[in-house]
C-alpha cells in the first residue's frame, strides 16, 4: 500500500481552505463594514460635494447590502480577481504577486538563519547541561526571546549602517540590503528553537535508547545527532511550523523599517488608508499561505516520524477512538 | 478542603523560592509593578511637560537621563509608560484569558456539534499571523490603547480557548460532574464551579508566560502607530518617536528597549519558575 492515506489526508486539509477563506473574508468583511470610516470620502478628500461622494460610493459597489458584496467577492476568488484598489486602481492579486516575494524571502532567510543557529546551540546546551556553557546559553537566548525585534533591528542599524556603513539602513536594492532585516527578524525566532530543542532533547538524552546506543559503543556524535535528536525533532518542527506564520506576520515590522516593499507593509498602507480591496485581499492571501506552511509542516512530520506516517499509510480501518487519539497527536 | 489548597500552593511557593531566576524574575516584575503603580508619585515631572528651551538635555541633576525632542524629562516619561505598556501587556491576557475561558469552556463542556462550529471559527481566526491579525484589528478599530488591547485580546483567544478546552475534556468526564449532574445542577454552576478550577492550573501557567509577550506586542502596535497616541508615554510608542532621532540621539531609543526587555525578561523568567514549581514533571 502506498501513501494513499496521506494523499487524502493532504486533500482533506486542502479542503479544509475553503471555509477558511469563506470565513476569513467574512470576518474581515464585517470589521471593515462595522467601523466607521469612509473609503469614499477619503479617497475624494474634506472638499468633495455630497454628490461626488455618492456616486464614488456607487462605483466603488459599497451602497449595496454587505452580503451580496460578500458573495460577489468570493465569485471573485474563485476566478482569481480578488478587486481593485480604490486608490492607484492596480489589481491586487498583480500588487499580491509583486510583494509576497519580497516578503516570503526575508521570512524564509530568516528562518534558514534561525534553525541554523537555534537547533545547533539547543543540542550544545543541553549536552553540556549543568555547566557554564549550558547556563550561557540559556541566558542568552532568555535575553533574545525578551527583546522586541524591532528594537534589536533599530540598534543593528545605528551600529552597522549609520556608524560602520556596511550595510544600507534601508531599502533592498543590493543583497547587504536583506542582512540586517533578515538578522532583526530572526533573533527571537533562533532563540525560541533554542529553547524548544534544549529541553526536548534533554527529554530525549534520558531515555533508555540512547543508553543501549552509547553501550553498543557508537560515538557520542552518532549517538545525539542521530539517535536523540531525530527524536527530539517532533516538538522542534511544531515551533518551526507556528514561528514561520508568527514571522510572517512580524514581517510587517521588519518591512515598514526597512523600507521593503513586501506584503506586510502593503497591508499597513492599505489599512491606514480604508483601502478596503487590498485589506481584504492580502489578509486573505496571508491566511491560504500560512495554512499552506502548517501543511508543509504536517508533511514533514510525517516523514521524520514512522509512528505519523503509520496512521496514514496503513489498511486497517481504524476505531473511532483510534481516530480521535490521532487528531489530537495532529493538533498538538 | 481548604488546608489542602493552601498546602499545595505553599508547596509550589517553596519549589519557586528555591529557583533563584525565577525569584529574580518575581521581584523585578514587583518592582516594575510598583513602579507603575506609583508612579505619579517616583516621577520627578509630568509625562507631557514640555520645556523647548531645553530639548535633548545630557543628563544632569534635573534630568537624571536627559530630555527628548520637545525637552520632556526622560526618566518621567520612562516611569509613566511603565504604566500604560503594563496595562497594555496586563490587560490583553487577562481580556484574551478571558474570552479564551469563555470560548473553550463552552465548547469543552457541551461538545458536539457547539464544539466543532466553536472550535471552526477559532481555527479561522487562528489562519491568519497573529501580529498581523492585530495590527488588522487594531486599524481597523482605531489607533488607541484600548482598541490595541483588544485586538492582541481577540487574536491570542483561540491559542487559550484550545488549552481550556483540551483540559475540560479531561475532567468532564469525571465523578464529580456526573454528581453534580445528578443532582440538577446547572451548566454555568456545574462549569464555573466544578470543572473550572480542576482544568485552570495550565492556563494559568501559560498565562504567565504569555505577559511577556503580550507586552512585546502591545510595544509593537504601538510603535508602528496602533497603540499608546502621543502625548501618551508608552515604551513602544517612545521607541517610535526617538527612532526619527537615533541618528543623533541614540539613548532615546535605547531606554524604553532596555525597559521592555528587563520587564519581558523578569515575566518570563517568572513565567518558566512558576510552569517547573506547579508541575515538576516537565522541569529538566
Redo the contacts between chains.
Sequence with gaps: MGYERLTRYIIRRLLWMI??VL??TF??ML??EL?PGDPARQLLGHFATEEQIEQAREEMGLNRPLITRYFDYLYGVTKGDLGVSYFTKGNVWDDIMVRFPYTLLIVTISMFIAICTGIPIGVYAATH?YTWKDNASIVAS??C????N??FA??L??IFA?KLGWVPSLGVETWKGWILPSVALSIGYSATLARQT??SM??QIRQDYVTTARAKGQTERVVIYKHALKNALIPIITIVGSVF??S???A??AE?IFAIPGL?SY??SA??SRDYPV?QGS?LY??VM??VILLLVDIVYSMVDPRIRSQFVGTKKRSKKEKKQRSEVL?Q | MKSKKRSRLGETWHRLKKNKAAVIGLVVVIIVLLVAIFAPLLAPYPYDQQDLSNVYAKPSREHLLGTDKFGRDNLSRLIWGSRNSLIMGLGCVALGTLFGITVGSIAGYFGGRVDIVIMRIMDVFSCVPMLLMCVVIAAILGPSIQNAILAIAISTTPSCARLIRANILTVRDKEFVEAAKAIDAKSPHIILRHILPNAIAPTIVATTMNIGNSIISGATLSFIGLGAQPPLAEWGAMLSEGRNYMRQHMELVLYPGICIMITVLAFNLLGDGLRDALDPRLKN
Excluded: D, K
Design positions: 471555509p477558511v470565513g476569513v470576518i474581515v470589521l471593515l467601523t547541561q532568555l535575553f526571546v525578551s527583546m522586541p524591532f528594537w533599530l540598534i542599524v545605528n549609520i534544549r529541553s534533554l527529554e506564520g508568527a510572517l506576520g512580524g510587517v515590522i515598514t506586510g497591508t499597513l489599512l491606514t485589506v489578509v496571508f491566511a500560512y495554512s493538533s
